[in-house]
C-alpha cells in the first residue's frame, strides 16, 4: 500500500493485486481506513482485491508476467515494473497432539477474532515464542477470553536485550510498551524459559503440557483452545518463481529475499518490500514500500524514512536474537508425532529416511510424502528443514528447502487452458 | 447484521452473513472438520489463513474448498473433507 501510494504520487500507474477480500494484510486487516482510502481516491490507483498472483516470470527487458486470478477469472499482466510484498506466514513446529482440533496458530485466533468476532476458546493458552505473541494474548484477553498462560520460551533476559535494540525506535518502543503493557493489565500469567510439549484430548484439545525447555518441571493446564506460534517465515514462492537471489537464514528455518539500498531485487525491474525482505514488522514494511514505490517511479528515496528503515531493520534484528527457536525443540516429537499434516508422515518415518543418511529435505519429501500435500510444505518445510539439519549435524541453510513452489497457488486445469497463448519462457 | 443458515453434516449452523465456514462452525462448537487421510485422526481450523488445508470441506458437492477462507451462503451443505 505504501508502495503503490509512493509510486501513484510520482506519477506511475499503479495496479495493486492483494489475495484478500480488504487491503491491508493479516495484521491490518482492512482497520487502517487512511491509506484504503487514499488508495480508493487516487486516479492513477487500480486496486484488486481477492486477486492472486499464481506465478510470475521475468519479464524481457525489466518487470515481470504475472498470471493472476481474479474474481473474474484468471489473466496475464504485462508489468514493466513489479513490487513484491507477500508478506509471511507464521512457522510451526511439530509437538505431541498438535494435530488435535483446538490446537490453533496465534494468527488463527487472531483472524477468527479480527475478521469474525469469534472467539478462539474460553480458557486459552498462548505459547511459542517472539513478540507477536504480545498482541494475540492481550487481544484475546481484551475480547473476554481468559489466557491461562502465555508460555515464552525465551528466558525473562529476553525482554532486556529487546529493550536496549528498541532503544534507537520511540516507535516500535512504544508499540511494543503498549503490548505488554496490556498483557500485564490483563493479568495474563507469563512462563518463560518454558515450551508447551503436548497436548492432550481425545477429539478437541483438552489439556496442555507445558515445561522447561529441557523437559524438566513438568505441568497440565486444561485449556479448550491452545495458540502455538514461532515466528514467521517469509512467503517467497513468487520471487523464487522470478529467480530473485536469496539470502539463507544462519539458523532459522528461512530465506528471504535479497535487496538492495533501493530495494530493488536481483532480477532487473523487480523490487521487494516488507517481511520477504527480512521479519520485521509493519513500520519497517512500510518503509520499504515507500522507498520501493518511490525508486520505480524513478525518484530518490525520502531520506526520513531511509533513517526510519534503518532503525526497524536494527530493532527486527533485536528481536531475531533475543527470540531463538529454543535448541531441545526436537527432544519432545515421538515417533508417533504427524510432522506432515496433509499427507500424515509420521516422526518415526522422518527420522528412519534420515538415518539412511538423505540429509536434503527435498529428497525426505520424495521417500516419504513428508510436503508433498495440498499445503505444499507451507506447515512442514520449515519444520522438517530444521529436523534434518539437526539430526544430520549439518547447518539449516545446507539441507535445502521446500519453499521452491512453481504455482504460488494451485490453478486448475481449466484455467491454465483459459490462459492460451501465453508461453512461459 | 442479517444471518445465514447451512448445514454441516447434518446439523443445522447459523451464522452472521458474511461469515467463513470455519468461523461459524468454530462459534458454534465444531471443532472437527474431518479426519486425515492416512490415520484418521481429527483435523480442523489450523491456520486459519488458508494455508494449511487442513480445514478443507465439501459445500454442495463440490470441490473441497478451505472453510477458512469461504464465506457461508444462506442454505448451503457442507460435508466433512
Redesign the interface.
Known sequence: MSAALAAADRGLAVTLIDNSPLLGGQIWRGTNPEPVRALGRHERVVVEVSTSVIRADARDGEGALLIVRGPAGVRVIDAPALLLATGASELSLPFPGWDLPGVVTPGAAQALLKAHGVRIGARVVVAGTGPFLWPVASGLASAGVRIVALVEAAPVRAGAAVAAGLAGHPALAAQAARYLGAVARARIPVLSGRVIVAAHGEDRVESVVVARSDGSGRREIAVDAACVGWGFVPAVEIARGLGCREVAHPVRPISTVAVDAAQRTSVPGVLAAGEITGIGGAVKAAAEGTIAGAVAAGAEPPRRVVTVRRRAARSAAAFDRAYPIPAGWLDGLEPATVVCRCEDVTWQQVTDVIADGIADVRAIKGQVRCGMGWCQGRICGPALQLATAARAGRPVDAVGDLATRPFAIAPTVGELADLGAFRPR | MSGVTFRFEGQSITA?EG??I???L??AGV???RS????G?????????G????C?VHVNDGPLVRA?ITTVTDGDVVTSG
Open positions: 452472521s461469515s467463513s470455519g468461523a461459524a468454530w462459534a471443532r472437527q472438520l486425515s487421510r492416512v490415520l485422526r481429527p483435523r480442523g481450523i489450523y491456520c486459519g489463513i494455508q494449511c488445508y487442513d478443507v477458512c
